[in-house]
């Protein structure tokens, strides 16, 4: 997070003073507010005709079910057409809907399925939409902040709708939910309609081709992102878990802790105060430790909560339980909000949004028909099985790249990037063929090459060695070489007013120096040897002659935009505005 002249760290509340923020932030709280209303006071309805688990969970089933068809469509035409239209035009649609919903199901309770499927068919366009401008109305030293305050606003807003459907549902005709939600979506669409979000111009016409060919380039991105394939393998569990738990929330207040309605809304609202109250420490602390590390945390936190909920016959001690397990939610769906914001390009982000949102969705069905098992199982059976899906990805989240690094060993690549001496490269050796096919060996992609083209690089390039400790480029320098690891490990990091940031670690095959050789630009980050390196110095004319080969084009792009993303836009301004004219000219720079 920014600091200011005189090292103090600004209110994470100073936020509120960028005007787009704020009415995205009170456009999501009052329509938040509103859909929670619906969703429970859904729930309740259902339950209420033929109290049984199963018919709750193929309520919330209908909710989810347009992801399979929709999903990854929806992310490419967020991508290409303007976000602002869609999110407006998504809320004035849900609005009619809801305000329907009192007048048609009295008709046959089919209806409630219906509409909340369309609803979901809507949402289905609006959530990746309104997931990719957000890091577009703040900075990058804006961002946890934001997405701390976003996730109040998100989830923190329920408490006020789950306690007041309750309420409603308990002292006031039902209808009074909906109503009320068909009002906040008008509000929702109104604040949305002042903020300013820059318009995306799409390369091509969109035509069925495009869009499968789109889709296709934002889950190979999605793929070939290390750290965000990690999240991606994580997600099904947490998706089947959450699915299970909500749908068997209130079977579980109503039959094993004896709560009546208006408790099971207390119940509900309390989960997301302690959501709040976690979401406003994250604002603070978020940079402490590392996103991977946050999701440790999470997501063994909840999956111990969970177990002690379930064994529980209280409900006040279960409310207690519950609000606790929203405390520890907060870290994980925070942290892993950031990894996609710094990990994505604003050209794709709808795309990846999409495709999460389409996991999530198809992981909830999954553990809204597991909650069914309720009625052969017994609810505090499967309220167990939920609790202990979600410590496996607590578990994962320590090995997984990007995620697992541990804090020793973080702590110790960041003082190897402060204490690494200046640069003292020797002039190493010219590099041989037997140099290149070691190469190729840990960079298969290069193995297409011709004697020809190898011979030609070859001819340029030299092989340097580097001690244990040493500096091989530092942020800031004018030089335009790409380096290939041989053998040995580097990592490569960032200085934050005087604190480093670890970014990534580097072996054998892998390459750093693309950004400055295709830019023309400073180098972006420090490098330093982890261990005894071996490396392939190639000057950026020999570069630009690799990639005339199609499949090392298409990595370095990969690799050229995951670096991108992660490194601190406030450093580097001259990629504030990359679009995609820009990326274009980098293509043809690059031979891509």
Known sequence: MATTALGVTPSPLAIFRNRNFTLLWSGQLVSTIGSSLTSLAASI????????????????????????????????????????????????????????????????ILWLYIIVMLSSCVSTFFDPAHASVLPEVATDEELAAANSLMAISAFGST?????????IASQFPIAWAFYIDALTFLISAL????????????????????????????????????????????????????????????????????????EYGLQEGLTSVGFVLSSLLMARLSSRLREGQWLVISYLGMGLVG????????????IAMVMISGFMNAPASIARNLIVQRN???????????????????????????AGLADVWGVRVMMVASALLVLVPGALALVLPGLGQPAAEW????????????PKLGAGRAATLADFDLLIGKLPVLSNLSQKQRRAVIGQSCVIDVPAGATIVCCGEKADDVYFIL????????????????????????????????????????????????????????????????????????????????????????????????????RTQSGG
């Open 45 to 108: 309805l259902v339950y209420r005709l033929t109290n049984s688990a199963m018919s709750v969970g193929l309520m919330l089933m209908a909710t989810a079910a347009p992801s399979l068809i929709l999903g990854l469509i929806a992310g490419v035409f967020v991508d290409r057409i303007d976000r602002k239209r869609i999110m407006i035009a998504a809320d004035l649609i849900r609005a009619g809907l809801v305000f329907s919903i009192p007048f048609l199901v009295p008709l046959n």
């Open 159 to 167: 408490a006020v709708g789950f306690a007041a459907s309750g309420l």
């Open 191 to 262: 604040c949305i309609a002042f903020v300013g979000i820059r318009t995306i111009k799409p390369e091509g016409k969109t035509n069925v081709a495009t869009v499968f060919r789109n889709m296709r380039s934002g889950i190979s991105f999605l793929m070939h992102t290390p750290v965000l394939r990690s999240i991606f393998v994580l997600a099904p569990f947490i998706g089947i878990s959450f699915g299970m738990w909500n749908s068997l929330l209130l079977p579980f207040a109503r039959q094993a802790l004896g709560a009546n309605e208006f």
């Open 307 to 318: 177990i002690i909920y379930a064994s529980l016959s209280s409900i006040w001690l279960a």
């Open 344 to 370: 994505t390009p604003r050209e794709t982000r709808g795309r990846v949004a999409s495709v999460f949102f389409v996991t999530r969705d198809i992981s909830f069905l999954v553990g809204m028909a597991a």
């Open 411 to 422: 702590r110790r690549m960041v003082h190897l990037l402060r204490t690494a001496p200046s």
């Open 487 to 586: 053998s040995g490990r580097a990592i490569a990091g960032i200085e934050e007013n005087g604190n480093y940031r670890s970014l990534e670690t580097m072996r054998a095959g892998d390459f750093f120096g693309e950004i400055a050789a295709l830019m023309n630009t400073p180098r972006t980050a420090n490098v330093v040897a982890d261990d005894a390196t071996t490396l392939l110095q190639v000057p950026a004319t020999a570069f630009r002659q690799l990639m005339q080969n199609p499949k090392l084009s298409q990595l370095v792009h990969m690799k050229f935009f995951e670096r991108m993303s992660r490194t601190s836009l406030g450093d580097l301004p001259r990629f504030a505005t990359l679009d995609q004219s820009a990326l274009k000219e980098l």
